[in-house]
Nanobody
Framework: QVQLVESGGGLVQAGGSLRLSCAAS????????MGWYRQAPGKQRELVAG???????NYADSVKGRFTISRDYAKNTVSLQMNSLKPEDTAVYYC???????????????WGQGTQVTVSS
């Protein structure tokens, strides 16, 4: 199967920066999209940013201009550079990937375990 391992969360003051990283490993044939979602207490999980195999990116309106997603296709990693952080960015951030296994012709969705990001005011 596939494992997504995240790192880089933590506590930061408003206006600060954090960088999240996620590494995918396992029986991977190819990865279509990789991205980051977040879930704040009492709220639904939402897309923060995504990047497709061709390099196209998309961002939630709330993070445009502050967050940048990047991907290392050779290493199967995705990163999220978060600048000008706000208290409302506080959430658990989850890595997501659409992966085709070596034993399959279909893409399936995989999630990391989540990493906490807390922005203090």
């Amino acid at each position: 199967q596939v494992q997504l391992v995240e790192s880089g969360g933590g506590l930061v003051q408003a206006g600060g920066s954090l960088r999240l990283s996620c590494a995918a490993s396992g029986s991977i044939f190819s990865i279509y999209t990789m991205g980051w979602y977040r879930q704040a207490p009492g709220k639904q999980r939402e897309l923060v940013a995504g990047i497709a195999s061709g390099g196209n990116t998309n961002y939630a309106d709330s993070v445009k201009g502050r967050f940048t997603i990047s991907r290392d296709y050779a290493k199967n990693t995705v990163s999220l550079q978060m600048n000008s952080l706000k208290p409302e960015d506080t959430a658990v951030y989850y890595c997501n990937a659409e992966v085709r296994l070596t034993s399959s012709i279909r893409y399936s969705n995989y999630w990391g375990q989540g990493t906490q990001v807390t922005v203090s005011s």
